[in-house]
């Protein structure tokens, strides 16, 4: 479809059943409709689906001056696109870069639209009614949602600029980074050599910049055949938009009240994260999700970005606010975003939980709950599981889940059901164990098999289809992993236990250094003795049942005369959350073993030969 637009005349795409919600989603710089493939191979099958090439760029034409590039102009061509493939009814508009300041500027700049686009020729019985206060002016189609990708409110850069002209160290980092991002815009301006260095250099570079800075693999669309010209055309923007708007001064920024969602690429080359620091007075009902990406996520990480954009638009829709739509709401109103706000921040925040039921993993659940988080508590015993999120009643929603962690298919459900039910999780909580205790020459096949399945299998399971999720939902995250002082003291009584625990210390330490290229924190807990049911629940090799009953019993009565509560565990825990340690031993005594191991490991050594 072709649509004409103050002197433009734009080329249209649109895709899906329209009488679905209509979802527009705007290109930024030096990109074309192409951009939005994937994103829009995603929402097809549930929206109506609408692309359009800017003004200049791709398959609309290009009007001279200037001043044809004024953000005004281009949020008239929005309404325009609007009102041709969606007369009556809302839009819902999706921007990405100058893509999102045109929504913007439609949504908060002067009206100044253009004269009423002709009717649609496939509807010449719909012509755009008049607006009573503008007879010669047609409606602005509802813009019922925003979701603004890479796409701050550049109107108000003035006010963020204002705020940080005081000599305070982080204020001016914050400047210092931006203007680390925006060299480009003041080379821009210098008269012919950007357009040379454009069509040369930049136009023949764009794949290799994209593939090697970007993280993009270039496809038939993006960048596209046009680019040379489209990058060329797109100067405009900055010399119009960037000069002759003065950024607002000091005050308060006028919010809109049309819903809006910021989607916050966290290694952006180009706008940084400082940027949305202020971004509270932007829109009277915001939602604020990061993505560990660089500029163009859509291409990088379409599934998080279709995704979100799906669940705002169901939820204005009138369907009920999904979980993690919900969290990126609460996480932005308490201020805790991963990036900006305290790291320890819990609230907003999604954790999954192994071995919730009982000791250290119910402790755990219920400190998370009281602090904000949503919880997944995922145990064995599902009677166990629903105790505990019972007993977290009252401050937030904690689903219980029955999983055996050393069953790689039953992680597998619980992992796809954690993510279609709630979202990808910020933590993970791998601390599902059981214990053994006995002679090396006494501990059968069967009896490794089982600890090193749920010890060992269980850790691996839970780390390797949560972390993927993370990378692939370019979330940054948090992976606790439960191991023992017996990690890293020997004991001739522990040989099956220490092996499993040691591995998983290693294990930790391997993923910590891996993961972290993602933005994935690894921790590895080592509790020491802590008053819990592993106690009653520890296999003892080579003992008939009425002797394990006993030596059970005896472990018990050690462990609670030594008292020491699963509760403080759960609060280094989420220490740990805080401070981001690989090893945390817990217990004075797990400290002290550690220091030992570290010192005096002869000592250590000796001690391992005791019976106890
Ligand atoms: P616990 O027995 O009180 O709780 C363990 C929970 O894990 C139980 O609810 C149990 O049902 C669940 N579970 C067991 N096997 C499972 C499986 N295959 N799949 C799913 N859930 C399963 O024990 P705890 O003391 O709270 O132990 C928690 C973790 O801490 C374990 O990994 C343990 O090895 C480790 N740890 C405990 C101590 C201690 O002194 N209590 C010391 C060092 C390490």
């Given at each position: 479809m072709r649509v004409q637009s103050s002197g433009a005349e734009l080329a249209v795409f649109e895709t899906g059943a329209p009488d679905r919600p209509t979802v527009i989603l705007v290109h930024g710089y030096p990109d074309t409709h192409a951009v939005w493939d994937e994103v829009v191979a995603l929402l097809a099958d549930r929206f109506h689906v609408v692309t359009y090439d800017t003004r200049g760029m791709g398959a609309s034409t290009a009007p001279a001056g200037s001043d044809a590039y004024a953000l005004p102009a281009l949020a008239a061509d929005l309404r325009a696109v609007a009102q041709a493939v969606r007369p009556e009814g809302p839009v819902h508009a999706v921007g990405h870069d100058w893509g999102a300041f045109e929504v913007w500027e439609a949504l908060t700049g002067a009206d100044d639209a253009p004269p009423p686009p002709p009717p649609r020729p496939d509807r010449p019985d719909r012509p755009p009614a008049p607006r009573p206060d503008r007879p010669d002016h047609p409606p602005a189609p509802r813009i019922a949602s925003f979701t603004a990708i890479a796409g701050p409110r550049i109107d108000d850069r003035g006010r963020w600029l204002a705020r940080r002209l005081r000599p305070r160290p982080a204020a001016l980092a914050e400047i210092a980074a931006q203007a680390r991002c925006s060299w480009y815009v003041a080379a821009i301006r210098l008269p012919v050599l950007?357009?040379?260095?454009?069509?040369?250099?930049?136009?023949?570079?764009w794949p290799g910049v994209l593939r090697r800075l970007e993280r993009v693999e270039p496809r038939p669309g993006h960048p596209a055949p046009t680019l040379a010209d489209d990058l060329v055309a797109g100067f405009a923007l900055y010399r119009t938009n960037l000069r002759r708007r003065p950024p607002a001064a000091a005050g308060a920024a006028v919010p809109t009240s049309v819903p809006v969602q910021l989607i916050v690429p966290t290694k952006d080359r180009y706008?940084?994260?400082?940027?949305?620091?202020?971004?509270?007075?932007?829109?009277?009902?915001?939602?604020?999700?990061?993505?560990?990406?660089?500029?163009?996520?859509?291409?990088?990480?379409?599934?998080?970005?279709?995704?979100?954009?799906a669940e705002l638009v169901d939820h204005v829709e009138g369907a009920p606010e999904a979980p993690s739509l919900r969290r990126a709401r609460r996480r932005h109103n308490l201020g805790g975003n991963p990036r900006t706000g305290p790291k320890h921040e819990l609230a907003g925040r999604l954790a999954v939980v192994t071995g919730a039921g009982s000791g250290i993993g119910r402790a755990t659940a219920l400190a998370f709950a009281r602090a904000g988080a949503e919880v997944v508590c995922a145990d064995i015993d599902p009677a166990a599981a629903a105790a505990t999120a019972a007993a977290g009643e009252g401050s937030v929603a904690l689903a219980p889940i029955a999983v055996d962690v050393s069953d790689a298919a039953a992680m597998e459900?619980?992992?796809?059901?954690?993510?279609?039910?709630?979202?990808?999780?910020?933590?993970?909580?791998?601390?599902?164990?059981?214990?053994?205790?006995?002679?090396?020459?006494?501990?059968?096949?069967?009896?490794?098999?089982?600890?090193?399945?749920?010890?060992?299998?269980?850790?691996?399971?839970?780390?390797?289809?949560?972390?993927?999720?993370?990378?692939?939902?370019?979330?940054?995250?948090?992976?606790?992993?439960?191991?023992?002082?017996?990690?890293?003291?020997?004991?001739?009584?522990?040989?099956?236990?220490?092996?499993?625990?040691?591995?998983?210390?290693?294990?930790?330490?391997?993923?910590?250094?891996?993961?972290?290229?993602?933005?994935?924190?690894?921790?590895?807990?080592?509790?020491?003795?802590?008053?819990?049911?592993?106690?009653?629940?520890?296999?003892?090799?080579?003992?008939?049942?009425?002797?394990?009953?006993?030596?059970?019993?005896?472990?018990?009565?050690?462990?609670?005369?030594?008292?020491?509560?699963?509760?403080?565990?759960?609060?280094?825990?989420?220490?740990?959350?805080?401070?981001?340690?690989?090893?945390?031993?817990?217990?004075?005594?797990?400290?002290?073993?550690?220091?030992?191991?570290?010192?005096?490991?002869?000592?250590?050594?000796?001690?391992?030969?005791?019976?106890?």
């Open positions: 950007p357009e040379l260095f454009a069509r040369r250099v930049v136009a023949r570079s706008l940084s994260t400082g940027f949305y620091r202020d971004c509270d007075g932007w829109a009277t009902t915001l939602w604020r999700r990061d993505i560990r990406a660089g500029h163009w996520v859509q291409r990088s990480h379409p599934a998080p970005v279709a995704r979100a954009i459900r619980l992992a796809a059901a954690v993510q279609a039910d709630h979202g990808v999780p910020d933590i993970v909580v791998n601390n599902a164990g059981i214990g053994m205790s006995g002679p090396f020459l006494d501990t059968t096949i069967a009896d490794w098999e089982r600890i090193i399945d749920v010890n060992l299998w269980g850790v691996i399971h839970g780390a390797r289809l949560f972390a993927a999720m993370m990378v692939q939902g370019g979330q940054e995250g948090h992976i606790i992993n439960l191991a023992s002082a017996a990690a890293y003291s020997p004991s001739r009584m522990l040989s099956a236990y220490s092996t499993t625990k040691a591995a998983v210390l290693v294990l930790s330490e391997c993923m910590r250094a891996e993961l972290g290229d993602h933005g994935i924190r690894v921790s590895a807990i080592c509790p020491g003795f802590v008053n819990t049911n592993i106690t009653r629940t520890t296999h003892f090799v080579g003992v008939n049942a009425t002797t394990e009953d006993e030596l059970q019993r005896q472990a018990a009565r050690a462990y609670a005369r030594r008292g020491y509560p699963p509760e403080r565990v759960a609060q280094a825990i989420i220490k740990v959350i805080a401070r981001d340690r690989a090893l945390v031993p817990v217990t004075p005594e797990a400290r002290v073993l550690l220091a030992m191991s570290r010192v005096t490991p002869g000592a250590l050594r000796r001690l391992a030969r005791v019976a106890q």
